[in-house]
């Protein structure tokens, strides 16, 4: 009896110190003023009676069955069911972040963590148990307590460390009781603590935490709110992120430089809905891994990038590199082509992309941040693009019908002489490519470019009033009147929002906030989207792709530009745009709209939306955490207990783990002979298995070996091996010294040709 009373006092204190070190900082990561003395006689309580019930089999079913039907009767017939379900929203809402519901139900969560963690302790420190659901548990807090980032929690773990250390050693010391082993692992765990604490631990290997830290959060628990690019942040659009129009205050500010070898549209807001003032993104509503490859179709169909078919494309389907150096801090919005095939982002940033095919990061892009794309650069003035379209037009698009659902979609109230605009414009067209080119040139040589505009009234079309009206504006007005007349003539079109990248002779531009610009894209069948700019292009006396206010239209490939008084006149064909133009690069700086990210989900989750669609579809929103303070220099806010301590005691605990199961080490501690020549057996028995080589019933050694070298899966014959293992075995003989090295020497060969699959298999076993 009193043997057993020392067994069940043992258990109750490894019970009590894991309890007290998973439940406190578990509580303590919901709310700080969890943290309460009220914890301890919920902890004493449930471990005598565990305790209790286990001095004999039969107490131990009847308070199991009596613990079953007052928890049952509680829940059915009392508040339980209510008290679960608050403390239970409570919890969901503060992993969220919204901290204030936890307060409200702190008794029940409270009670209800002590008591689970508590009787799951008890469990797990129980001898047939081993040592392995202690370690994971304590694993699992500091791993909660590392992602939230409350450092000032780690002193509440130290006693289930050393819990999970304590029953460690046990498990490879038999003979010694886990009691007496509890010193040993709690002046571990305190050294462990102390040496991280008095920064003896080298920054490379912090450092080298924070980057895997980080990048866990960043791809699994991304809910930060971030900055969306719009040109309404640029200066444009000064009436409103909702109203169109109005006399822009662009920056001269340098934004980023680029180089390419060619004009590039690089994206960074995508719109699908005109409502007559404005427009909205009412499509990405999702986010997704750009790495993911579950999401590869997905990210193949937005980016356009198995279109056009192989089979037609030609010269212009080849890509090209673009690399981007951010000169100025901006939003979390990456500004790349619309077909993009390979992204490289810069540093540890991680891309994800939206269903409307947006781009961006976890974080606002920051002055030296640094990607590369490579896309082709499709224009629509590009020689042999309309045949190239044409040519697609005859081949199945599994996506065309989608495409005109979403993006041939127009306000009722728009009138019917801008309907009657469309139709005269493209009444001598042929082909979508015709037509849309057409309403390129009416556009951009029948109207005037100019900053100088008035504000526009709100209760007025925007499109109407520039069409019909003023016929005078910068490009907001061209890009949304070339969207709204290109669905009026049948053709799929979005408005974009960007910047407009005018290398010089060295393959350079740099992109100034005067380089912000809208466009329009067209979707053809079978060839995908394709950059049209309907607005006036204005030339650049400097050089580097930023544009001059009252200067010419840009005059033909390979002609000097020269410069010429802005025509106001827009009927005069002299003065106006010739067709084979491309696009005048406007303005942006980049003071971001605030936009909270939605609620994530490891490859896909709804992805931040620009403000006008929130207010839209306010029920896709979900609550958003607080920002976390800012830190610098990677420092804590708490500072008091570095965390990463804990990667040291792991990684000291995983090398102890590997060197204990050593077969050289077992080989040292045999006694016998015989006993070194078993530890080499199943060393190999267990490389085998690993390569999902096993023996069958009634197969002899000598039989398998012969099996696994027909095989041919080793470069050496196991033959000897075998036949070895079988005369032992079979005969009764005593192994020799020869015996275990050969043994010894097929379990080396094995272990250095094992398959990295099996490797992995072979660690896995070893460890746990």
Not at 94 to 102: D, H, L, S, W
Not at 153 to 175: N, Q, S, V
Not at 320 to 335: G, N
Request: proline content about 8%; charged content about 20%.
């Amino acid at each position: 009896m009193g043997e057993k009373a020392a067994k069940r006092l043992q258990h109750a204190i490894l019970s009590l110190l894991l309890a007290v070190g998973l439940s406190v900082p578990l509580l303590g990561m919901l709310d700080r003023m969890l943290i309460s003395p009220r914890v301890a006689p919920v902890i004493a309580g449930v471990i005598l009676l565990f305790e209790l019930a286990s001095l004999h089999r039969v107490l131990a079913w009847m308070t199991a069955a009596a613990a079953v039907f007052g928890v049952s009767v509680w829940v059915l017939a009392g508040n339980g069911t209510q008290i679960l379900s608050d403390a239970a929203l409570a919890i969901t809402l503060r992993t969220r972040g919204i901290e204030t519901a936890v307060p409200l139900a702190a008794d029940s969560i409270l009670l209800l963590v002590t008591a689970g963690i508590t009787l799951l302790s008890c469990f797990a420190v129980m001898r047939k148990a081993t040592c392995v659901p202690a370690l994971l548990m304590c694993i699992t807090a500091a791993l909660g307590i590392w992602m939230t980032d409350r450092m000032d929690l780690i002193p509440w773990l130290l006693p289930a460390l050393t819990a999970g250390l304590a029953l460690l050693l046990t498990a490879r010391f038999d003979e010694t009781p886990a009691v007496r082993l509890l010193p040993w692992a709690a002046g571990l765990t305190a050294a462990a603590f102390l040496l991280a604490g008095s920064g003896a631990v080298v920054m490379p290997l912090k450092e080298k935490a924070d980057e895997i830290r980080q990048a866990i959060l960043d791809r699994l628990f991304f809910t930060e709110a971030r900055d969306v690019f719009s040109l309404y942040a640029a200066g444009y659009s000064p009436q409103g992120p909702d109203q169109l129009g109005g006399k822009p205050m662009p920056s001269e500010h340098t934004v980023m430089q680029v180089a390419t070898t060619k004009t590039t549209y690089l994206r960074g807001a995508i719109y699908n809905r005109y409502d007559g003032h404005g427009w909205k993104n009412t499509t990405g509503g999702r986010r997704y891994l750009w790495q993911s490859r579950r999401m590869e179709e997905l990210r193949a169909r937005l980016f356009n990038q198995l279109l056009p078919p192989k089979s037609v494309q030609n010269s212009l389907s080849t890509p090209v590199s673009v690399s981007v150096r951010m000169l100025s801090d901006s939003a979390s919005t990456l500004f790349v082509p619309q077909r993009v095939r390979e992204l490289v982002p810069g540093g540890e940033t991680v891309p994800y992309f939206s269903n409307s095919s947006e781009i961006f990061i976890t974080r606002n892009l920051q002055a030296g941040d640094t990607y590369e794309v490579s896309a082709p650069l499709y224009d629509s003035l590009d020689p042999g693009i309309g045949a190239l379209t044409e040519i697609c037009g005859t081949l199945e698009d599994m996506g065309w019908e989608s495409i005109r659902n979403t993006y041939l979609e127009l306000p009722s109230h728009l009138e019917q002489p801008v309907q009657d605009l469309a139709n005269e414009v493209t009444s001598a067209a042929d082909t979508p490519f015709e037509k849309a080119l057409a309403l390129q040139n009416y556009l951009s040589r029948n109207y005037r470019y100019t900053l100088d505009v008035g504000e526009h009234p709100e209760n007025i079309d925007f499109v109407t009033s520039f069409l019909l009206d003023t016929k005078k504006g910068y490009c907001t007005y061209f890009a949304s009147a070339m969207t709204v007349l290109c669905r009026m003539a049948g053709l799929p079109a979005r408005y974009v929002e960007g910047y407009l990248a005018e290398p010089n002779a060295n393959g350079e531009a740099l992109v100034t906030g005067l380089s912000a610009h809208a466009w329009t894209e067209v979707y053809f069948k079978g060839f995908g989207w394709l950059t049209f700019d309907a607005t006036p292009r204005r030339r650049s006396s400097e050089g580097n792709g930023s544009p001059e206010p009252g200067a010419a239209p840009s005059p033909e490939a390979g002609e000097e530009p020269t410069p010429t008084p802005e025509p106001e006149n827009p009927d005069d064909p002299e003065a106006s745009q010739e067709a084979g133009e491309t696009p005048e690069p406007p303005k942006e700086s980049p003071e971001p709209d605030k936009d909270p990210q939605e609620s994530p989900g490891p490859d896909e989750s709804p992805e931040p939306e620009n403000s006008p669609e929130a207010e839209e579809n306010p029920e896709t929103n979900d609550p958003e955490p607080p920002e976390p303070e800012n830190r610098q220099d990677g420092q804590h806010p708490q500072g008091s207990f570095p965390w990463w301590w804990i990667v040291l005691l792991a990684a000291a605990a995983l090398s102890a783990r590997c060197a204990l199961t050593s077969p050289v080490f077992r080989e040292r501690r045999a006694k016998t002979e015989e006993q070194r020549f078993d530890v080499w057996v199943r060393e190999v028995t267990d490389l085998l298995r690993s390569e999902n080589l096993v023996r069958r019933n009634g197969e002899t050694p000598m039989a398998f070996a012969r099996r696994v070298d027909n095989a041919g899966i080793f470069s050496e014959n196991l033959g000897p091996a075998g036949e070895c293992l079988s005369l032992i075995r079979y005969s009764r003989a005593v192994p020799l010294q020869t015996d275990t090295g050969l043994m010894r020497d097929t379990a080396l060969l094995v272990r250095g040709e094992l398959s990295r699959q099996a490797r992995l298999k072979y660690w896995f076993r070893r460890i746990l």
